[in-house]
């Protein structure tokens, strides 16, 4: 069993900037991806970005160059360092992990999630 634990969420101004942690304990063995989801109200989760054991990286079009994902394997902890915030990501983000070495971008390739965090950006 894995749990995720989300942190360093908050209410900030368009183009201020955030770094969210994603916590693991309880890992799994074996290769793992990590991947940043978010949910805004009355839509879908959707990736937001993903890193695997070996730092390799997916992010969506509309947070390339602004978001960077990264890992510290010592502290079992994914980061989420986010620039430029705009409006439009405000929402709650989720951390999640799948048991492969495979990047997955869709929330069914995930096997454990956290309970998310709140990111409020106002204009």
């Known amino acids: 069993q894995v749990r995720l634990v989300e942190s360093g969420g908050g209410l900030v101004q368009a183009g201020g900037s955030l770094r969210l942690s994603c916590a693991a304990s309880?890992?799994?063995?074996?290769?793992?991806?990590t991947g940043w989801f978010r949910q805004a109200p009355g839509k879908e989760r959707e990736i937001v970005a993903a890193?695997?054991?070996?730092?390799?990286?997916f992010y969506r079009d509309s947070v390339k160059g602004r978001f960077t994902i990264s890992r510290d394997n010592a502290k079992n902890t994914v980061y989420l360092q986010m620039y430029s915030l705009k409006p439009e990501d405000t929402a709650v983000y989720y951390c999640?992990?799948?048991?492969?070495?495979?990047?997955?971008?869709?929330?069914?390739?995930?096997?454990?999630w956290g309970q998310g965090t709140q990111v409020t950006v106002s204009s």
């Open positions: 309880g890992r799994s063995s074996g290769p793992v991806a």
């Open positions: 999640a992990t799948r048991a492969s070495g495979d990047l997955g971008i869709r929330t069914y390739e995930y096997d454990y």
């Open positions: 890193i695997n054991w070996s730092t390799s990286t």
